[in-house]
């Protein structure tokens, strides 16, 4: 019998733990010829979750857990989950039950049919702001359009791997991690399937604004440099139009003799450029920070509380 590893990121997550483990157990237990297990990976909360784990662990032989020092965020959860399975088959699958459990069967059908992985798309992002949908939407555009993997737009992280592809993912020795790329970039053939947006049990979506935006900026340095070319393009260009605009000036005062500078074309040009001299700043420093924190190696995820035999081993 082949065993499926359930690796469940939980941070603050106390109103739908329960829940989501009660509906879960009961929809895997419908599905024949695999064995389940739980990976628990509570990232530090400060509300009771690590508790209901511990209980729920205590009664489920199936059921292991780590517990982090602090918050370390999904990407760590989620890696730390990966890195200490074993099983067959691994399935990342939030704990708010948005990523609805009955599609585990439609993912194992997908494996067995030979794909490597299997993941899950949202269609609609209904129950979800406005704003928010369309912000996703350009982030989607602008990183398939810089990037050479392809993340596709509405993917979620919940999907199903094999064991070897869970093996690539680990193998990445990055620290700032972005699994929406990460998954794409190591390849193997993934089935995508959809299911519509559901809203979450209990408790509040942890993502704001600003942190969706930061998570954006993260995708993009993180599986593309575009962006560093993108500030020698500008340079190009303004630099060439700079040449053109002397020439113009140099032909303009030979024949029609000097004419008085404009103040406002001369402000104007001085705050252009210099707003793209800084914006270029800005996006080296944005990967020059990120280098900082690479070579730093600084382990993904520290771990206080586990009740796997073996600690899983960090790197
Ligand atoms: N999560 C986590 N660490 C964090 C934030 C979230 O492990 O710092 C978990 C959270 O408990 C949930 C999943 O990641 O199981 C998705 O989080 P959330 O529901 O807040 O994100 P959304 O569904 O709004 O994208
Ligand atoms: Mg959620």
Redesign the pocket.
């Known amino acids: 019998m082949k065993t499926v590893d359930l690796i ?4 603050n ?1 106390s109103g739908s733990l329960l829940l989501f483990f009660s509906h879960t157990s009961e929809v895997v237990a419908g599905i024949p010829g695999y064995d389940f297990r739980f990976i628990f990976v509570d ?1 530090g909360s400060t509300d009771n979750t690590l508790e209901l784990i511990r209980g729920i662990a205590a009664e489920h032989d199936n059921v292991h857990y780590i517990s982090f020092s602090r ?1 370390f ?2 990407e760590a ?1 989620m890696y730390a989950g990966l890195k200490a399975s074993t099983g067959d088959l691994a399935a990342v699958i ?3 039950l ?1 990523h609805p459990p009955e599609l585990l069967a439609d993912m194992l059908k997908a494996i067995e049919e030979g794909y490597d992985s299997c993941s899950a798309r949202r269609v609609s992002r209904e129950g979800e702001p406005k704003i928010r949908s369309i912000w996703a939407r350009m982030f989607y555009k602008i990183i398939n359009r810089m990037s050479e993997v392809e993340i596709v737009d509405g993917a979620v992280d919940y999907r199903m791997m094999t064991r070897q592809m869970v093996q690539a993912i680990v193998s990445l020795p990055e620290v700032q991690r972005f699994s929406k790329g990460i998954f794409c970039w190591v390849g193997f053939n993934t089935k995508w399937i959809e299911f519509k947006n559901v809203e ?1 049990i209990a408790g509040e ?3 704001s604004f600003w942190s969706l935006v930061r998570y954006a900026i993260d995708g993009i340095t993180a599986f593309t440099t575009f962006p560093l070319r993108l500030a020698t393009i500008a340079g190009a260009c303004i630099s060439f139009a700079a040449f053109i605009y002397l020439i113009v000036i140099i032909c303009t005062t030979l024949i029609f003799g000097k004419d008085t500078p404009g103040y406002a074309s001369t402000i104007v040009l001085l705050l252009f450029i210099g707003g793209v001299i800084i914006l270029s700043l800005g996006i080296i420093g944005e990967y020059l920070a990120r280098m900082y924190m690479e070579t730093k190696r600084r382990p993904i995820f520290i771990a206080r509380e586990t009740n796997f035999e073996k600690e899983p081993k960090e790197k």
């Open positions: 469940v990121p939980c941070y997550e990232d918050n965020k999904k959860a939030d704990a708010d948005q979450r979506s942890k993502w």
